[in-house]
């Protein structure tokens, strides 16, 4: 492998948002760190297929034929990034929607990656833990470091939608 591919394969950093405050702190995070590092930011969401359980009578619950939730990801990640960085979205970003356990889809697309970043807890957890189980999985299973971002402490620089 040449320096120009190591270079190549370092310079992103990934990081995983479910539209989640903490989630989007992450995202906040993972712009500022690339801005420093010039890396660009590949935006994860990861929504898995689902079966809805119950009986109705005789007949078993399904979804509706036309829902698409990869496409309602897709509009969710585009609103999140809206919302943190409004009109001006930074240049190196990337928004990818994957189909899988969220934990999986990053680990396996932060392969290579200069960071991984992850809110500690997003939609789903419970109130008293202090890591997500996505996060928790990243954290013990990533091959490249991991960020962790906690509470409610700004990223280095605020890189917010202006109110």
């Not at 903490?22 to 995202?27: G, I």
């Not at 590949?42 to 496409?71: H, K, L, Q, R």
């Not at 807890?121 to 490249?144: K, Y």
Request: net charge negative.
């Amino acid at each position: 492998m040449s320096v120009d591919q190591i270079v190549s394969i370092h310079d992103r950093i990934v990081v995983g948002v479910d539209g989640s405050e903490a989630s989007k702190l992450a995202l906040r995070w993972a712009s500022s760190l690339a801005e420093g590092t010039g890396s660009t930011v590949e935006v994860v969401a990861a929504w898995e297929p689902f079966t809805a359980y119950g009986w109705i009578g005789a007949e078993y619950a399904t979804m509706p034929s036309d829902w698409n939730p990869g496409s309602d990801a897709e509009k969710a990640l585009g609103a999140t990034v809206d919302e943190v960085f409004g009109e001006h979205r930074p240049p190196r970003l990337e928004l990818k929607v994957r189909e899988g356990n969220p934990a999986k889809v990053l680990l396996e697309l932060s392969e290579g990656a200069r960071m991984l970043v992850v809110g500690s807890r997003g939609h789903g957890g419970f109130a008293g833990l202090l890591l997500g189980s996505v996060s928790a999985a990243c954290t013990e299973h990533a091959i490249c470091p991991v960020l962790v971002v906690h509470g409610t402490t700004p990223s280095p620089t605020r890189t917010e939608a202006a109110s």
